[in-house]
């Protein structure tokens, strides 16, 4: 079984700024005259004592499940609506190997409870730039999705 330490060290990967987890970004497609590449793709592990904070940006962004264990996500849609997905293996247990987030949803992860680890990518077209990404404030998004306000607190840096 492949371990957290091999991917690291196969990968090379890196802790993602301010969002959590590691990552290392695997493709970007040529630049567009906006600035933003074509499309882009990372890998990335979490593990059970991080997450993947609230962010949320400006295209669909599609994750695809690898290794480990189940990853939830918490999803705030712009229409005030809310969802916990699921990415992981378990297909009958109702599970997603790949995942679509659409433009302007709120999202946060982590790795399901009992869980130790998971191994999982994303791909944007247009491409992934910092400039693009928003990240959550605990109080703001608590005030709009007042049912979800622990996992909220859960999901959430400074």
């Known amino acids: 079984?492949?371990?957290?330490?091999?991917?690291?060290?196969?990968?090379?990967?890196?802790?993602?700024?301010?969002?959590?987890?590691?990552?290392?970004?695997?493709?970007?497609?040529?630049?567009?005259?906006?600035?933003?590449?074509?499309?882009?793709?990372?890998?990335?592990l979490l593990t059970a004592d991080d997450f993947c904070a609230l962010h949320r940006l400006p295209s669909d962004e599609v994750w695809h499940f690898y290794l480990g264990d189940p990853l939830r996500l918490l999803l705030l849609s712009p229409d005030g609506t809310t969802r916990t997905a699921v990415l992981g293996p378990g297909l009958r247990a109702g599970q997603h190997v790949q995942l679509t987030v659409p433009a302007g949803t709120w999202m946060g992860a982590q790795v399901a409870s009992g869980g130790a680890w998971a191994f999982f990518g994303c791909t944007m077209v247009p491409g992934f730039t910092y400039e693009g990404y928003e990240h959550g404030d605990a109080a703001d998004l608590?005030?709009?999705?007042?049912?979800?306000?622990?996992?909220?607190?859960?999901?959430s840096r400074p």
Request: glycine share 10%; proline share 12%; charged share 30%.
């Open 1 to 44: 079984m492949t371990t957290p330490d091999e991917l690291i060290a196969q990968y090379g990967l890196e802790p993602i700024p301010r969002e959590g987890g590691l990552f290392r970004r695997t493709w970007a497609g040529p630049e567009r005259p906006d600035g933003r590449p074509e499309g882009s793709a990372i890998v990335a």
């Open 142 to 155: 608590s005030a709009r999705y007042p049912a979800e306000a622990a996992r909220i607190a859960e999901l």
